[in-house]
């Protein structure tokens, strides 16, 4: 097997960790419309049950740099797998509010360490010049799977059967244990471990030269070098602001609660469950368009060209839902606005922040930035589950999209003035200008 096969196949089993996150966002969508009324669930507790998994995903975020810096990144995506697959099968045993919310909170452990590593894992094999395909090959694993769950919440609609719709979950979870199990450490963490021999052997498989390898080797304690160098600090900070970026237009209120918000203007709950397929569908046909070009045109101008798309989308978005109730065809202009703000979002803004995120924190505190960065991302996520739908039945439904439009526009202004471009460049190049850059004069 050639080596640009075999990077395929090491990014393609590692980016199965996208896979189960996506699964597991997209299934809540449609399962809450059925799990809802049999628990007799408030808009407050549908918030809660989807957000407990997020508080799980902050904390497993945060621990999993950590964690995958002791273990390594393939022992610590074997353990995410397993914990996914048991978390699962809890869920779909749920027989209250109380305890789908305990058992989305440890099911949320194994996807935020998964969200976290399976990029870090992808960035620190694959060599420079493709990694911009390859780690966004995770996130277009992570929409595969969102449409994966809504084809399984469209196919079981007509049973409500929300047990198997959580359980099925567990699938994409074993593969990735499985997978996993058969693949090597990535050089950076081989080399942080004194194993040289060991990371040339995989760079040599996979074709890539010692990039990072020597900065991570020659570290002397995460934390130290943090608080020691101004640099590093501003890139684990700009990492934690792309973690903020993914979240802050809004892509998860669409994601986890676009059946609701179409079921709520008059759309039957059958058919708002099958409004998903669209959303599904679109993510996945535009984050192929994503990755083909971020090696191309650039993480930093992809991500301001999909921001700006996002802030038009939601604008147009919070004017035609304001007369949806009253209207069929202004609820399915509603939709089709969804629908653009979810292309520009998996065509730039989430191949570009995922990808930022992996390059940008230096190989000395790779698990503890990357940790930090996920902890950001997720508590975002958490903000916007868990209020979401409280904000709707407060504010409307046309003003809490307008507010994801000014946090938008928020977001195209830090990002023009602080985000570097990282294309073409090796994660050791990548480090040297930030410490150029932010190193105190």
Known sequence: MNSDTYVMLVAGVAALGGLLFGYDTGVMSGALLFVGPEFG???HEEGLVTSTLLVGAAAGALAAGRVADRLGRRRTLIAGGLIFLGGSVWCALAGSTAVLAVARAVLGLAVGAVSIVSPMYISEITPAAVR??????NTLMIVVGQLLAYGVNSALAASGSWQWMLGLAAVPGAALAIGMFFLPDTPVWLAAQGRHDAAAEVRARVG???EGTREA?????EWAALTAHRWMRWAVGLAMLMGLTQQITGVNAIVYFAPTMMNQVGISTTNAVYTSMVIGAVS???CVVGMRVVDRVGRRRLLLAGLG???????VLAVVYHYATESTAMAMVSLACMAAFIACQQAAVSPATWLLISEIVPPQVRGLGMGIAGLALWVSNWAVAQFFLPVVEWLGGSLAFGVFAVLGLVALGYTRALVPETMGKTLGEVSRELQSRYSAT
């Open 132 to 137: 911009g395909r390859m780690v966004s090959l």
């Open 41 to 43: 669930m408030s808009a």
């Open 284 to 286: 996945v046909v535009t």
């Open 208 to 210: 890539a030269t010692a």
């Open 309 to 315: 798309g996002n802030v038009v989308a939601l604008v």
């Open 217 to 221: 080797s020659e570290s002397t304690g």
